[in-house]
């Protein structure tokens, strides 16, 4: 009886680890950056592992009021590439912060703990 109390106090406090390095993970998530480009590297957009754009630079030349759909068109490119790009690391970095606390099983993706 005592022997599956032992488990599940074992078993809790792994979670409160694991809650802990998660939220710690998630907060440093801030300092992953993820920089793409488009139109030719005219458009740079820098997304952090929050999915947050933290940067923007447009080269001046590109800068035409009369062709700012072309100009809203690069920019988005820009950011939606950086934000697919900075997956990888986000899931990287959230699994490095978690190793050891579980055991590895095959398909268990922790990105749905950062939403």
């Known amino acids: 009886m005592f022997g599956n109390m032992a488990d599940m106090m074992g078993l809790m406090g792994k979670m409160k ?16 950056t993820q920089v793409a480009e488009s139109g030719g590297g005219m458009v740079k957009a820098t997304v952090n592992g929050q999915k947050a754009l933290i ?3 447009i080269d001046k030349d590109l800068v035409n009021p009369d062709d700012k759909e072309m100009l809203q068109d690069l920019i988005v490119a820009a950011v939606n590439k950086a934000l697919d790009n900075i997956e990888p690391k986000i899931k990287e970095h959230l699994q490095k912060a978690t190793d050891g606390v579980l055991p590895n099983i095959p398909g268990l993706d922790l990105g749905g703990f950062m939403k």
Do not use: F, N, P
């Not at 390095?21 to 998630?26: E, G, H, L, T, V």
């Open 55 to 57: 940067g923007l630079d």
């Open 17 to 32: 680890d694991l809650q802990s390095r998660m939220k710690d993970a998630q907060d440093s998530l801030v300092t992953l």
